[in-house]
């Protein structure tokens, strides 16, 4: 760690600088893990599984998106740590949500979703946090 930013190497140049930049690479990586855990999800629970990926899914991008646009919204690079921070609760209470929906609005079993919930919560955390803590301190105008 340099500066408070991860070293990269290579990596860092396609790190998006901008708030639409950080979204499109959000739903990139959320749209590839989709795609790549439909088989398992359908091996493993079938019909249910898919649902249950997919609504992993849709939440994960959504929280994801909603801490982007929080911390875009901030202009003072100090207080973007607080949005950060409510990126933490934005996220949580959408998995939160997520489960709720799941279990008792779609009937699913917790071995099913939890799985596909908790993949996709850490994969768009590790990525969003990778992204904030690298990329540059950016206003509303990105």
């Known amino acids: 760690m340099k500066?408070?930013?991860?070293?990269?190497?290579p990596l860092a140049k396609f790190l998006p600088e901008t708030f639409r930049g950080r979204c499109g690479l959000l739903t990139v990586v959320c749209g590839a893990v989709w795609l790549l855990s439909l088989w398992p999800a359908y091996l493993l629970f079938g019909r249910a599984g898919i649902v249950a990926t997919s609504t992993s899914a849709l939440a994960s991008l959504a929280s994801g998106l909603l801490t982007f646009y929080v911390v875009s919204?901030?202009?003072?690079?100090?207080?973007?740590?607080?949005?950060?921070?409510a990126g933490?609760?934005?996220?949580?209470?959408?998995?939160?949500?997520?489960?709720l929906g799941m279990h008792l609005g779609l009937n699913l079993a917790p071995d099913n979703y939890v799985v596909w919930l908790g993949l996709f919560y850490i994969i768009t955390l590790a990525l969003e946090t990778i992204v904030l803590v690298n990329g540059p301190t950016s206003g509303p105008s990105s």
Do not use: C, H, W
């Not at 500066?3 to 190497?9: E, R």
């Not at 933490?88 to 489960?99: D, E, Q």
């Open 3 to 9: 500066d408070g930013k991860l070293n990269l190497g």
């Open 73 to 85: 919204r901030i202009e003072r690079p100090r207080m973007q740590a607080f949005g950060v921070l």
């Open 88 to 99: 933490t609760f934005v996220r949580s209470a959408g998995a939160l949500v997520a489960a």
